[in-house]
T-cell receptor, first 111, second 113 residues
Framework: DAGITQSPRHKVTETGTPVTLRCHQT?????MYWYRQDPGHGLRLIHY???????DKGEVSDGYSVSRSKTEDFLLTLESATSSQTSVYFC??????????FGPGTRLLVL | SQQGEEDPQALSIQEGENATMNCSYK?????LQWYRQNSGRGLVHLIL?????REKHSGRLRVTLDTSKKSSSLLITASRAADTASYFC?????????????FGKGTLLTVNP
């Protein structure tokens, strides 16, 4: 998986609790992305980063925040998890602004 | 909103047959990419075709792009059971941020032994 790890790989949490997902890369790529994948919706972009401390919103950013304090780590935070945020979350990286390389995914269940 | 839309949503074929999947999109693009996703795994990049290209090959994969019709097709020749996966098209739209991709909902390909 091109030097990308995601943690945790599985998580069960309760509505209203904060959750942080971590994406770690060893490729020194500039661009990092967080997607969610849901049946019937495909892959949708939540937030992305184009450099350290440089982030921007994707199409489904409400309820999510991100931080990137160093090149290798991109954190996705659900401030107060809701059942609608139950999903599979994928991190991706890109070094050439074109091809993206995906992590293994995190399955999140919000009860 | 989704940019690419794959067709069909699901495709079942026998091993050795060819599989063709189509993708339509709405706005002008810089490039179009195809990705594969095996069940429970992350997406894997297969091939990229730029807006000024019409056809591209990679091994058993053949991709075509028709910018006048805003459509692309992915052909997998001599399919194998290991090709069973979901296939997604993704577009990098021209204008605006040029480092984001917009993914379609995917085609689920089943290759029966």
């Amino acid at each position: 998986d091109a030097g990308i790890t995601q943690s945790p790989r599985h998580k069960v949490t309760e509505t209203g609790t904060p959750v942080t997902l971590r994406c770690h890369q060893t490729e020194n790529h500039r661009y990092m992305y967080w997607y969610r994948q849901d049946p019937g919706h495909g892959l949708r972009l939540i937030h992305y980063s184009y450099g350290v401390k440089d982030t921007d919103k994707g199409e489904v950013s409400d309820g999510y925040s991100v931080s990137r304090s160093k090149t290798e780590d991109f954190l996705l935070t659900l401030e107060s998890a809701t059942s609608s945020q139950t999903s599979v979350y994928f991190c991706a990286i890109s070094g050439d602004q074109e091809t993206q390389y995906f992590g293994p995914g995190t399955r999140l269940l919000v009860l | 909103s989704q940019q690419g839309e794959e067709d069909p949503q699901a495709l079942s074929i026998q091993e050795g047959e060819n599989a063709t999947m189509n993708c339509s999109y709405k706005t002008s693009i810089n490039n179009l990419q195809w990705y594969r996703q095996n069940s429970g795994r992350g997406l894997v990049h297969l091939i990229l075709i730029r807006s000024n290209e019409r056809e591209k090959h990679s091994g058993r994969l053949r991709v075509t792009l028709d910018t006048s019709k805003k459509s692309s097709s992915l052909l997998i020749t001599a399919s194998r059971a290991a090709d069973t996966a979901s296939y997604f098209c993704a577009t990098e739209n021209s204008g605006g941020s040029n480092y984001k991709l917009t993914f379609g909902k995917g085609t689920l390909l089943t290759v029966n032994p």
